[in-house]
């Protein structure tokens, strides 16, 4: 069976991507592309936007006028717009792929609830890649304990809006999780002048912008006289469309629930 795809924020960097991904995979097809309302490139090709020749889909401004035409949504937007783009397609049963990061913790409420109406699958990376490391670090983070002093680092390109990185967040939940420590308890977000020494539970971040890095992420484990470092480099976007579509795939089989990567890699 084709699976029928939508991508909202077509225009986007992941949006195109997304398009791209779609025609190259097996068991897909694109019946639906949606764009910002207003945007002047409604009634556009939606294949001819994405670099791949014209794939006759015609690109609109709202979501609610095809949300007939497609099994899954691929939405990799703003929380505002994944947040209206989940209620139609909660209304409508129809399933998503959230792939926006950056959302606060009453929004991430919102989106857990719309579970009961329909299948949602929601990972701050669908990079097969970064989904292998967040087990490797729960590993690492277990062996080592709390003598290891725990930091993660991450790199993006200049027009990141939010920070930490979705996945930075998420390596934090993980090390957290496996350190029996809670995170909006122990995480230090940057540090700036007489900060004092470390203190011993502290998960810390760093963040860096600029250019057009993809995405870097390095969690240090940090000890006298050793240090463990686990890296994960993205060098193209095509990493995360490829993972998305595979869920898009996977979704498709479920009724309701909210799932993630983990879920999608049988990882857990
Ligand atoms: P982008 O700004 O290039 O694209 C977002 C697009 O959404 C824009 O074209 C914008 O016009 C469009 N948009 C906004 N509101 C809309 C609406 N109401 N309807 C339709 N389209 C709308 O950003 P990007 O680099 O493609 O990233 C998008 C999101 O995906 C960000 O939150 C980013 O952090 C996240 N992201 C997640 C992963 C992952 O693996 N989970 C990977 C890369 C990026």
Known sequence: MTVKLAVTGAAGRMGKMLIEAIAAAEGVTLTAAVVRPGSSLVGADAGELAGIGKNGVRLVGDLHEVVEDFDVLIDFTTPKA??????????????????????????????????????LC????????????????????????????????????????????????????VLAGALERDL?????????????????????????RGGDVVGDHTVMFMAEGERVEITHKASSRMAFARGAVRAAQWLQAKKTGMFDMQDVLGLR
């Open 82 to 119: 994944t947040l209206e783009n989940v209620t139609i397609c909660a209304d409508a049963h129809k399933k998503i792929v959230v792939g926006t990061t950056g959302f606060d913790e009453a929004q991430k409420s919102t989106l857990l609830a719309a579970q009961d109406a329909t299948a």
């Open 122 to 173: 929601f990972s701050a990376n669908y990079a097969t890649g970064v989904n292998l490391v967040f087990k490797l670090l729960a590993e690492a983070a277990k062996t080592l304990g709390d003598d290891y002093d725990v930091e993660v680092y991450e790199a993006h390109h200049r027009h990141k809006v939010d920070a930490p990185s979705g996945t930075a967040l998420r390596m934090g939940e």
């Open 184 to 208: 909006n308890q122990v995480a230090v977000y940057g540090r700036e002048g007489q900060t004092g020494a470390r203190a011993r539970d502290t998960i810390g971040f760093a963040t860096v």
